[in-house]
C-alpha cells in the first residue's frame, strides 16, 4: 500500500486516510509519503493492528517506483491522479479541495479509480465525520480483499490516460499558430 498527497501534503490527509486503512482491518505494509513534520507526528500517533505496519517516507524521487510496486495507491485527487493512470495503478481517490471535486467525480463515475470522499467530511468529528469514514473503510476493503476489483480499476486507468497528452496539446499549439506539427 501506498499513499501519497501531493509533495507537503498541505491539508494533512495523510494521519486521516492512513487511519480510515487501518480500520480496514487488513493486513498491510503502508508506507506513506511525508513532507511535514506535523504529517509525520499525526502517523506517529496511529496504533497499526496485527499485521499492519505504517511506514512514513520523505518526498522521494522513487514516487514512480514505489507507485508500480503498490498493491493499491491512495491519493488526492489533483494532478498525480492521471499519472496513476498512466502508471496503470489501482487507486482510490479522496478530493482534498475544491478544484479537485469535478474531476475526482468524474474518474470514480468512470470506474477509473476508487471514491474515498471528500476529505473535510473523512476530517469530521461526531456522527458524520464516522460515517464517512467508515464508509470509506468499506469501499478500502473491499478492493483489499479483492485483487480482481484492483486490477479491474488498474486495467482502465491504464487504458484511459497512455502518457501522450502533452504531445497532442503541444501539436495542436503548434497548429494553432501555424507551425507544423511534431510528428
Excluded: K
Aim: charge should be positive; hydrophobic fraction near 55%.
Amino acid at each position: 500500500m501506498l499513499a501519497f498527497f501531493g509533495g507537503t501534503d498541505a491539508f494533512g490527509a495523510a494521519p486521516v486516510l492512513a487511519r480510515v486503512l487501518l480500520a480496514t482491518g487488513h493486513p498491510m505494509d503502508l508506507t506513506v509519503v511525508v513532507g511535514r513534520p506535523d504529517v509525520a507526528a499525526g502517523l506517529a500517533a496511529l496504533v497499526p493492528g496485527r499485521g499492519q505496519a505504517v511506514r512514513p517516507v520523505p518526498p522521494t524521487d522513487e514516487l514512480p517506483a514505489l507507485i508500480a510496486a503498490a498493491d493499491l495507491v491512495v491519493s488526492a485527487a489533483g494532478t498525480s491522479t492521471w499519472e496513476l493512470c498512466c502508471l496503470g495503478a489501482a487507486a482510490a481517490l479522496v478530493c482534498v479541495v475544491d478544484n479537485q471535486r469535478e474531476s475526482y467525480h468524474r474518474v470514480v463515475a468512470e470506474g477509473v479509480a476508487a471514491g474515498l470522499g471528500e476529505l473535510p467530511a473523512l476530517a469530521a468529528a461526531g456522527l458524520a465525520g464516522r460515517a464517512a469514514r467508515a464508509e470509506a473503510a468499506r469501499t478500502l476493503r473491499a478492493l483489499l480483499e479483492s485483487p480482481r476489483r484492483r486490477a479491474a480499476l488498474a486495467a482502465r486507468a491504464w487504458s484511459t490516460v497512455d502518457g501522450r497528452g502533452r504531445a497532442r496539446v503541444a501539436d495542436e499549439v503548434l497548429a494553432l499558430v501555424g507551425a507544423p506539427a511534431r510528428g
